[in-house]
C-alpha cells in the first residue's frame, strides 16, 4: 500500500477531528455573538432603526472588516453608540424620516476612507510618534473603565443574578482547564440564565411574539446638508475611539495591528462597513470592545471564529426566533457577565504601560494623568461635580470623553517634549 493512501481508521480520525474542531469554533462564534447583541440592537432600539438590519450589516461589515485587514485582525465590528444623538437630531429634525440619517451616516463611512488614504500616504512612524505607549496604555485604560459604569448600571436590575454569572466566568477562568476554560462567558450566562428562569426573571415575550423568519426591513439613503452636517463630524470624535481599540485589540493578541496590516486598512474596514450600514438602514458600525474581552480571557484569537460569529448575526437578522430568544437573556446576566469584560479591557492599559517600560517621568506622568481624568470625566466626575468638558463641534456633536482625551494627550505629550529637554524629564 503506498504511504500517501490513507486507511478507513485514518480517515475516520481525521474526519472525527475535523468535526471536533468545527464544533469548538461554533462554540466560541457563539460567545462573540452573545457579548455583542445585546448593544448591536440597543442602538436601533434607541434611534428607530430596525434591529435585524442592524444584525445584518453588523455580521456583513465585520466580514467586510477582515477582508480589509487580510484577515488578519480579530475584531468584531457592532453599532456605533457615538451616532446615537446626531441620529435623533436629524430623525426629528426630518419629521421621523431614518433614511436622512443613513445619507448623514454613508457620508461619515466616505470621510473614514478618505482618512485611511491619509494614514497611507503620512506613514506609520508619523503616528508612532506621536501615540506612544503611554498615550495608548492611558487611553486603553479608559475604554475600559468607561464601559465598566455601563455594565453596572445593567447589573443594578437584579445584583444577585449578575453576582452569580460574574462569580461562574471568574470561577471558570481561574479553575478552568482546557477548553472549560474558554467557555467561562457561554457557561456563565447559561447559569445565569437559568437561575433568572428558576427565579421569574425571564420574560419570554420577545421570542414567543418573533416570527420563525423575517426579511429584514431594508432602506435606501436620502441625502440633505444638514443631516450629513449633524453626522459626519461624528467621525472627528471617534476616530482617536477607533485608534484605541485596535490597539487594545493588538494588545490582547499579542500583534501589532497599528503596523501589520496597518491603520490604514483599519480605517478603510470600519470606513465600508460604516457605508454599507448607511446604504441598508442599519446603525455605524464600528469595532466592539465586548468581544475584545472575551479574547482576553478565552485566549483563544483566531479571527476565523469572529468570522463565524458575523455569519451567526446574519442569520439573526432573518431568523427572528433566535434573536427573540437572545432577547430573553435578562439584563443583569449580561452586566453581570460585561463586568468581567470591561475591566479585562482596562487592565490590558495597564499591562500596555508595563509591557513597554514606560519611564515614569514628569511628562509621561502628566500625560497619563490628563488622558484619564479627562477619558473618565463624563462616567464618573460629571455628576459630582455637574462641570461638563468637552469641546463643541454643533448642537448635536461633541468631543468629550475618550476623544478628548486622546486629541488633548496626544498634543500635550507632542507640546511637552518639545519645550522639555530629554534631560529634564526625570
Known amino acids: 500500500m503506498s504511504e500517501n493512501v490513507l486507511t478507513k481508521s485514518e480517515v475516520k480520525t481525521s474526519e472525527k477531528t475535523n468535526w471536533l474542531a468545527l464544533s469548538k469554533k461554533v462554540i466560541l462564534a457563539l460567545q462573540h455573538l452573545i457579548a455583542m447583541f445585546g448593544a448591536t440592537v440597543l442602538v436601533p432600539i434607541l434611534t428607530g432603526l430596525n434591529p435585524?438590519?442592524?444584525?445584518?450589516?453588523?455580521?456583513?461589515?465585520?466580514?467586510?472588516?477582515?477582508?480589509?485587514?487580510?484577515?488578519?485582525?480579530?475584531?468584531?465590528?457592532?453599532s456605533s453608540f457615538a451616532f446615537i444623538g446626531g441620529i435623533i437630531a436629524v430623525k426629528e429634525a426630518h419629521n421621523g424620516d431614518l433614511a436622512y440619517a443613513q445619507g448623514g451616516i454613508v457620508v461619515a463611512g466616505l470621510i473614514y476612507v478618505l482618512m485611511s488614504l491619509v494614514i497611507r500616504k503620512i506613514g506609520m512612524d508619523f503616528i508612532r510618534k506621536y501615540l506612544p505607549s503611554h498615550v495608548i496604555g492611558a487611553m486603553i485604560i479608559v475604554i475600559g473603565l468607561n464601559l465598566v459604569p455601563v455594565a453596572f448600571g445593567m447589573a443594578s436590575g437584579n445584583f444577585v443574578l449578575a453576582i452569580i454569572t460574574l462569580g461562574t466566568a471568574l470561577s471558570i477562568s481561574f479553575f478552568g482547564?482546557?477548553?472549560?476554560?474558554?467557555?467561562?462567558?457561554?457557561?456563565?450566562?447559561?447559569?445565569?440564565?437559568?437561575?433568572?428562569?428558576?427565579?421569574?426573571?425571564?420574560?419570554?415575550s420577545s421570542f414567543v411574539n418573533a416570527p420563525l423568519l423575517a426579511i429584514p426591513a431594508f432602506t435606501l439613503p436620502k441625502f440633505s446638508a444638514p443631516a450629513i452636517a449633524v453626522l459626519a463630524p461624528v467621525v472627528l470624535a471617534v476616530f482617536m475611539e477607533h485608534v484605541g481599540d485596535i490597539t487594545t485589540n493588538g494588545q490582547v493578541v499579542g500583534q501589532d495591528f497599528i503596523?501589520?496590516?496597518?491603520?490604514?486598512?483599519?480605517?478603510?474596514?470600519?470606513?465600508?462597513?460604516?457605508?454599507?450600514?448607511?446604504?441598508?438602514?442599519?446603525?455605524?458600525?464600528?469595532?466592539?470592545?465586548?468581544?475584545?474581552?472575551?479574547?482576553?480571557i478565552t485566549k483563544n484569537y483566531d479571527p476565523s471564529i469572529l468570522r463565524l460569529a458575523a455569519v451567526f448575526a446574519i442569520v439573526l437578522g432573518f431568523v427572528a426566533k433566535i434573536g427573540g430568544f437572545l432577547g430573553t437573556i435578562p439584563t443583569p446576566v449580561m452586566g453581570g457577565i460585561s463586568m468581567m469584560l470591561f475591566s479585562m479591557i482596562a487592565l490590558v492599559g495597564v499591562q500596555t504601560i508595563k509591557n513597554n517600560k514606560v519611564q515614569f517621568n514628569a511628562v509621561n506622568v502628566i500625560v497619563m494623568i490628563v488622558v484619564l481624568v479627562l477619558g473618565l470625566w463624563g462616567s464618573y466626575f460629571q455628576n459630582m461635580t455637574g462641570?461638563?468638558?468637552?469641546i463643541k463641534i454643533n448642537e448635536t456633536v461633541s468631543i468629550t470623553g475618550l476623544s478628548l482625551a486622546a486629541i488633548t494627550g496626544v498634543a500635550l505629550n507632542a507640546f511637552l517634549n518639545i519645550i522639555i529637554p530629554a534631560s529634564k524629564k526625570a
Open 387 to 390: 462641570i461638563n468638558i468637552g
Open 52 to 78: 435585524s438590519v442592524a444584525l445584518v450589516s453588523a455580521g456583513l461589515g465585520t466580514l467586510i472588516f477582515h477582508g480589509v485587514t487580510k484577515k488578519k485582525v480579530p475584531v468584531f465590528l457592532g
Open 177 to 204: 482547564k482546557g477548553f472549560l476554560k474558554q467557555l467561562s462567558i457561554l457557561t456563565a450566562v447559561v447559569v445565569g440564565y437559568v437561575v433568572a428562569y428558576i427565579i421569574g426573571q425571564v420574560d419570554p
Open 259 to 296: 503596523e501589520n496590516p496597518g491603520l490604514n486598512r483599519t480605517l478603510l474596514g470600519d470606513g465600508l462597513a460604516t457605508l454599507l450600514a448607511g446604504f441598508i438602514g442599519g446603525p455605524a458600525n464600528t469595532t466592539y470592545g465586548e468581544n475584545t474581552g472575551v479574547l482576553a
